[in-house]
């Protein structure tokens, strides 16, 4: 639910959302570490990518969102495998 907020605020575009959205971000990617919930790790890992793209931090946003890829060993035909895959190729 925090990562679907910080999503449903970025395309408000509300003042402040980035910085809101950020701290949703976080609170997602604690909860589903918490959980070893690795697939919503991943999905909170691409939105954040995408925020940090966004404010111009690409190395940050590959570096990040990397490793955690990095942890998948199968499944790579799911969508959100393809999606960060996609992802990573585009930050490289």
Request: aromatic residues 6%.
């Amino acid at each position: 639910m925090y990562r679907l907020k910080a999503r449903a605020l970025l395309v408000r575009g509300a003042p402040d959302a980035r910085a809101e959205a950020q701290s949703l971000l976080d609170q997602a990617l604690t909860t589903a570490r918490s959980q070893d919930a690795k697939s919503l790790e991943l999905r909170a890992a691409m939105d954040t990518a995408e925020l940090w793209i966004a404010q111009n931090k690409r190395e940050q946003a590959r570096d990040f969102l990397a490793p955690i890829h990095a942890w998948f060993t199968e499944g790579f035909d799911t969508h959100d495998l393809r999606q960060a895959k996609a992802l990573l190729d585009q930050l490289r």
